[in-house]
T-cell receptor, first 117, second 112 residues
């Protein structure tokens, strides 16, 4: 058990809909990362937050947004869903803020599997 | 910019044989390198990491990796494969900025 909790574990929805994925980081970790894992794209970095502020942005679509709340949990919002958004979405947390040479390991949740029909 | 390339998306070895999973990195700054393992229906967990101390890094479950700057490589090895090693393995690099860059993964199959 990594200590990172993600809900829901599975989600099935239709094209055009909006969903929210939730992540609770490990106790004490201030950084939260979101990744998308699909068969054809591998593990893609979406976005990182540190103590409520956005720190880094990766290949996140404009239809997607995220935030980190004062209690440090994070939510990833996916809107106007398309078939291609079907994937496993991982949240990871870290004690470190990041920056040059981030030596801290990431602790991953078990993921939220999104299926768009 | 940083990136990693994992050679071979699928590797099969016999139980008891040497496991070798290849990873090459690209980094404009001294890199920090990681190997993660993902078992079916689970998240990724850290196997080992290189953070500029010893170039030979030992991890969990008998795995180790050697950082070779001249070859820009960080290959993962295990002397004797076990059935429980069957999983997806990811190499990752952390350099400038806040991002971890993951490779596309190598699926390891262990044949009894």
């Amino acid at each position: 058990d990594s200590g990172v909790t993600q809900t829901p574990k599975h989600l099935i929805t239709a094209t055009g809909q909006r969903v929210t994925l939730r992540c609770s980081p490990r106790s004490g970790d201030l950084s939260v990362y979101w990744y998308q894992q699909s068969l054809d794209q591998g593990l893609q970095f979406l976005i990182q937050y540190y103590n409520g502020e956005e720190r880094a942005k990766g290949n996140i679509l404009e239809r997607f947004s995220a935030q980190q709340f004062p209690d440090l949990h994070s939510e990833l919002n996916l809107s106007s869903l398309e078939l291609g958004d079907s994937a496993l979405y991982f949240c990871a947390s870290s004690a470190q803020e990041g920056g040059v040479g981030n030596t801290g390991e990431l602790f991953f949740g078990e993921g939220s599997r999104l299926t768009v029909l | 910019a940083q990136s990693v390339t994992q050679l071979g998306s699928h590797v099969s070895v016999s139980e008891g044989a040497l496991v070798l999973l290849r990873c090459n990195y690209s980094s404009s700054v001294p890199p920090y390198l990681f190997w993660y393992v993902q078992y079916p229906n689970q998240g990724l967990q850290l196997l080992l990491k290189y953070t500029s101390a010893a170039t030979l890094v030992k991890g969990i479950n008998g795995f180790e990796a050697e950082f070779k700057k001249s070859e820009t490589s960080f290959h993962l090895t295990k002397p004797s494969a076990h059935m429980s090693d069957a999983a997806e393995y990811f190499c990752a690099v952390s350099g400038s900025g806040n991002q971890f860059y993951f490779g596309t993964g190598t699926s390891l199959t262990v044949i009894p």
